[in-house]
């Protein structure tokens, strides 16, 4: 349980870079045989670019940090439940497990709105740990929806 909450601390070192850019404060790392492997955050708006998801930059970092497309024995501590686009990619990765600190009951697919990433219809599933962190996680996107509502209310 320490090095979950060790990597899931990293994971939110993730969102904070995030949120320093008025980005939706998001972070991710890829764990693998104990070694982060690959970090992500949250650059929508500052890349321009719909595929900027914590999960996908981290993936990709991933696969390339081993050479391969598949991430298996890999787990994933992300932030926030992950989106459609998002937990599609860690299936079609093989990521052996995705530990989550917030759900997502508007838009989350690990159980908020579908589970995408425990569907027996699929040729691969993903072992899931929801809320691990829950408050931690919450509340840098509480804080970050406050500041922007304040800011547009100005």
Same mark, same amino acid.
């Given at each position: 349980?320490?090095? &979950?909450?060790?990597?899931?601390? @990293?994971?939110?070192?993730?969102?904070?870079?995030?949120?320093?850019?008025? @980005?939706?404060?998001?972070?991710?790392? *890829?764990?693998? =045989?104990?070694?982060?492997?690959?970090?992500?955050?949250?650059?929508?708006?500052? &890349? $321009?670019?719909? +595929?900027? %998801?914590?999960?996908? *930059?981290?993936?990709?970092?991933?696969?390339?940090? !081993?050479? &391969?497309?598949?991430? =298996?024995?890999?787990?994933?501590?992300?932030?926030?439940?992950?989106?459609?686009?998002?937990?599609?990619?860690?299936?079609?990765?093989?990521?052996?497990?995705?530990?989550? #600190?917030?759900?997502?009951? $508007?838009? #989350?697919?690990a159980g908020s709105v579908i589970?995408? +990433?425990?569907?027996? @219809?699929?040729? %691969?599933?993903? !072992?899931?740990?929801?809320?691990?962190?829950?408050?931690?996680?919450?509340?840098?996107? /509480?804080?970050?929806?406050?500041?922007?509502? @304040?800011? $547009? /209310?100005?």
């Open positions: 349980m320490d090095l &979950d909450k060790k990597y899931m601390k @990293e994971a939110l070192r993730q969102a904070r870079k995030a949120y320093a850019l008025e @980005e939706v404060p998001i972070g991710c790392v *890829i764990v693998y =045989e104990g070694q982060i492997i690959a970090r992500g955050y949250n650059r929508r708006n500052s &890349d $321009k670019n719909t +595929l900027s %998801h914590a999960e996908i *930059i981290a993936i990709r970092k991933a696969s390339k940090k !081993l050479g &391969d497309w598949r991430l =298996e024995g890999c787990t994933m501590y992300v932030t926030l439940e992950p989106c459609q686009m998002c937990a599609g990619a860690i299936v079609q990765s093989r990521m052996s497990q995705v530990v989550i #600190g917030s759900m997502n009951p $508007k838009a #989350g697919c589970n995408l +990433l425990e569907m027996q @219809e699929f040729n %691969h599933q993903v !072992l899931v740990t929801r809320g691990f962190m829950e408050e931690e996680c919450s509340q840098i996107l /509480k804080n970050f929806f406050k500041e922007l509502r @304040e800011k $547009k /209310k100005k």
